[in-house]
């Protein structure tokens, strides 16, 4: 039932955060949002949109490039700390061209962290990284060398 009502929780906050994504000049220090990662070697960059919403103990961070997109959750949000796939993250990586595919790490399979290194309320700043799998379990994506800097709605 806990898995159950996690990936409820995950996949509502997923869907926040890729519905409400934008691109905006930020006014921290690095001026501009962004979301980067290497995904099976490749680099990912969210050249088309970034996210983050923060609602009490949840937190949704996603960056959406231009063939792909990475999700990040993290139920039970307490500030600046790292926050496992096992325990309280959910992490995915989907694909934005056809066909559409999707791998996630969330506390049913895969591995992963997320660290928030910074929290200001305006925005939100870290670094991940995750191995994810389809949802049959068939194939996976390695995602590394992650890291984002994006403004809180």
């Known amino acids: ?18 519905f409400s994504c934008s691109k905006s000049g ?8 962004t979301l980067t990662a290497t995904v099976e070697g490749k680099a ?6 970034t996210s983050a919403l923060k609602d009490g103990s949840t937190i949704a961070i996603a960056g959406t490039g231009s063939d792909g ?22 992490m995915t ?16 399979i895969g591995e992963g962290s997320v660290t928030i290194t910074k929290d200001d309320d305006n925005y939100v700043e870290g670094t ?9 379990g068939a194939s996976s994506k390695t995602v590394t060398n992650g890291k984002f800097n994006v403004k809180i709605k």
């Open 128 to 136: 991940f990284s995750f191995k994810a799998f389809s949802s049959g």
């Open 26 to 33: 930020g006014s921290s220090g690095a001026g501009k949002d």
């Open 1 to 18: 039932m806990k898995a159950f009502k996690f990936g409820i929780v995950s996949l509502l906050l997923l869907s926040a955060a890729f």
């Open 69 to 90: 997109q990475i999700n990040i959750g993290i139920t039970g949000y307490t500030g600046p700390a790292t926050y496992s796939v096992s325990d309280k993250a959910i």
């Open 44 to 49: 990912f960059n969210s050249s088309l949109a």
């Open 93 to 108: 990586y989907a694909t934005t061209t056809m066909p559409i595919e999707a791998w996630s790490a969330n506390m049913v």
